[in-house]
């Protein structure tokens, strides 16, 4: 197996599919090569459309600059992955908590829905309740939290932060700007907060 005469041949971004058509091999063997090429740091992982895993193949190894974005992490550990135009990177290494409060900030409806599952990665509540204050969305995460719960087994929340967050400020009621849930109205009652969701868009969770 010449790794570097294959990486030649399907440098760019690829699919098992095409690399098994340009190769002349199957399916199986495709894997293999990808995963042997990823050993040598030849491939980096990328989702397309409806969560097809895309293989961006280079013939050079490329130091990593910088950290994994929120949108690295989120593709990490959600099973609803976010596919984006161009590479991001962070120049601080961010923790879950982190994470969780800044795809709150991007006010986008897929990057939103995706990181919910990141609460059942969450170590320490407190820390997720002081950057959630700082950013003035803490009803917002506890509104999103009792949503999850709903639809994925996560970890409990300590009644502390829980308390906490409810007697947060509100600065703005809506995570994204006039949705509001047509389902979720007990939820939104309770944290006087307007959920984006409704249990159409949750599906992809409920399906596992």
Not at 112 to 130: C, G, H, Q
Not at 165 to 183: A, N, P, T
Request: charged letters at 35%; one cysteine or more; hydrophobic letters at 35%.
């Amino acid at each position: 197996m010449d790794l570097d005469f294959i990486a030649k041949k399907l440098e760019g971004l690829q699919t098992i599919s095409a690399i098994a058509n340009t190769l002349k091999i199957n399916k199986r063997t495709a894997i293999n090569y990808v995963s042997e090429l990823r050993k040598k740091g030849l491939v980096k992982t990328e989702y397309g459309k409806r969560k097809i895993r895309l293989y961006r193949i280079s013939t050079i190894k490329r130091k990593e600059v910088g950290y994994p974005s929120i949108y690295d992490i989120i593709n990490q550990n959600s099973r609803i992955k976010i596919v984006t135009n161009y590479k991001h990177i962070s120049y601080k290494k961010l923790c879950i908590e982190e994470v969780i409060v800044e795809a709150v900030k991007t006010k986008s409806f897929r990057v939103i829905l995706a990181s919910l599952e990141l609460f059942n990665k969450v170590r320490d509540w407190s820390k997720l309740y002081k950057l959630a204050k700082k950013e003035q969305i803490g009803r917002k995460i506890g509104a999103l939290y009792d949503l999850t719960r709903k639809f994925i087994k996560i970890r409990k929340i300590d009644k502390r932060t829980r308390n906490a967050l409810l007697r947060s400020k509100v600065k703005d009621k809506y995570i994204i700007k006039k949705i509001k849930s047509k389902d979720f109205k007990n939820i939104e009652k309770i944290w006087g907060i307007y959920l984006p969701f409704n249990k159409a868009d949750m599906r992809d969770y409920k399906e596992w």
